[in-house]
């Protein structure tokens, strides 16, 4: 480390379909400078494209670093797409953005490799190499919000699929012929566990007569959506219906560990996303003991941990700086 | 190859609760001389490991060769067990065996390298490189019997998993509170599409008073259990009941495919097992179409090949060959 340049700073970017979020990471890790601004994506591709080149140049100043004195830059990106090309295949949040090659487009404004991977996949790969799975070969990502997305990483190779389609895991089946989800089908854990889910059946139970708190709440708030925040307040204030909702919310997403684990037996499982983080631990506990039931194979249970994630917001731009680094040693640049 | 010792016949083993079956096989993957014999659990190990001893060198025989020829051994046995130990944690089927160090104790005794696996991980891994797998990088095997087994090959790699424990599709859960299961779980996939759940249902229809063609099979073959035979004679027969059971078997094995795919995205899923095998292609075809109505990524889906196994009882130690092939090679033996 230290000089060459391996040792060299990257930039991680986190594009969403609300905010870009960029950081200069250090080799060690650490973070050096970051800097945050809206996507709009109602502008198109190359509106986007300028206004990640500014984040970018901005996480460089904050760092009180010069361009070039980064090695390369990666972002996370909403999918589906090709991270072997570089390529957008299609992103809904993006403004229907298609066959967008986002990498070179960056590459040549940047003057730098550029690599872009699928956003959650580089959560699941920040949390294993700098957060909740630090020193495990493998991790199963779980991150509960609006929908619920995931990453695999097994012996240390993040899991892309044959088809670049691997880690849907909010589109695994627990319940079949169960509540409809976005997807069309029937009984996906997110139809059934996600914020969307507990949403609608919060709302639903509201409707039906049933008191809760969130109707004040959300008055309060002026929000026509449950956000994750009034979830988890009036899941403290021990609200029965939110209770209730978010119980089965949390049976369900045992029931999804314990399928994760009977069938790839990884090291270690992390739950991250807005919901996650707003209820914490206590979101968590009854996931993990429903899970734990339902290992067919007992043996060793115990040593399989299902965590909280540690990088917050981070966990993408860090897991892009992780890919640009290996990207990095890999191509011997 | 040729001449040199990677180039020498190995023999495969399928130990399993009732029988034997060793089979020595070509670097080509031709099998030379087979042997088969009753495992007689009951007399405890020692006396399965000498019956494994001699139906290795019967084949070894068939095969018109001298054991000096045979360059490994390596067997299937049912699990949990420790393949890099070479030892059985726990067999069910063998008369409860505990600990039991099978590859030392057939090693001693064949004077030879001596490894094993989980069964239905041979299976898989033998119809990835000489059965339905053949030139993809990933396989998923799922055998459906009297209970629901299977495999993971990714990337070549076949998963053991973290604990040894990967690949224990039957009790991945697609029925949240479903039917009771034999591991003490609910709604896992074992419990609704095995033969064992086939049966089941199909006898809870009869004693409610459906007509069926099954107890005049039944009778007929001197059964008291649902052979995957007589079950395929009477759904080639149309039989509504079990036309009706299967189905629904059908309908949750195609659930099944869909969440390996959305969360592994492999080349191709492989059926196997008695169910399948007395069923065929007429078995597959409702599952095949199930699940790719359920891949929540649609690109490329047709590319996604869902196949019946070629091996027959063959896959398991055509596998355990493959498996002392690639050790020896690993170790230069």
Redesign the interface.
């Known amino acids: 480390m230290g000089k060459g340049i391996s040792g060299k700073p990257v930039v991680g970017v986190d594009l969403g379909g609300t905010k870009i979020l960029a950081g200069v990471v250090a080799a060690d890790g650490q973070i050096l400078g970051m800097a945050k601004r809206a996507t709009k994506p109602e502008g198109g591709p190359e509106v986007v494209v300028a206004r990640i080149v500014k984040t970018v140049r901005k996480a460089v100043e904050a760092a009180k670093l010069d361009m070039s004195d980064i090695a390369a830059v990666a972002s996370g990106a909403p999918g589906?797409l090709d991270p072997d090309q570089g390529i957008i295949?299609n992103a809904p949040n993006l403004a229907g953005w298609e066959n967008f090659p986002l990498a070179d487009r960056l590459s040549e404004r940047l003057e730098m490799p550029v690599c872009i991977e699928n956003d959650v996949n580089l959560g699941t790969l920040g949390e294993y190499a700098l957060g909740a799975g630090r020193g495990a070969?493998?991790v199963v990502g779980i991150f509960v919000g609006t929908g619920i997305g995931?990453g695999?990483i097994?012996?240390g190779?993040l899991?892309?699929?044959?088809?670049?389609?691997?880690?849907?895991?909010?589109?695994?089946?627990?319940?079949?012929d169960?509540p409809a989800c976005g997807?069309g089908?029937r009984?996906?854990v997110e139809a059934v566990a996600s914020r969307t889910a507990i949403e609608r059946d919060i709302l639903a139970g509201i409707d039906a007569g049933r008191e809760s708190l969130i109707p004040a709440i959300m008055q309060r708030d002026s929000r026509d959506r449950l956000t994750s925040g009034a979830l988890a307040e009036a899941f403290r204030g021990n609200d029965p219906l939110v209770t209730e909702v978010i119980g089965k919310a949390q049976?369900?997403l045992g029931?999804l560990v314990?399928?994760?684990v009977?069938?790839?037996?990884?090291?270690v499982v992390i739950f991250g996303g807005g919901v996650t983080e707003a209820l914490g631990e206590d979101f968590l506990a009854p996931i993990r003991r429903v899970a734990y039931?339902?290992?067919?194979?007992k043996?060793?249970?115990e040593?399989?941990k299902i965590v909280l994630a540690q990088l917050g917001d981070n966990a993408v731009l860090l897991g892009a700086a992780v890919l640009a680094r290996r990207r990095l040693g890999k191509d011997g640049a």
Chains 1, 2 share one sequence.
């Open positions: 589906p295949w070969r493998d995931g695999l097994l012996d190779v899991r892309q699929g044959f088809r670049k389609a691997a880690a849907e895991i909010g589109h695994m089946i627990v319940l079949a169960g997807c089908n009984g996906c049976f369900y029931l314990a399928s994760v009977n069938f790839v037996d990884p090291e039931q339902c290992f067919i194979n043996r060793g249970a040593q399989v």
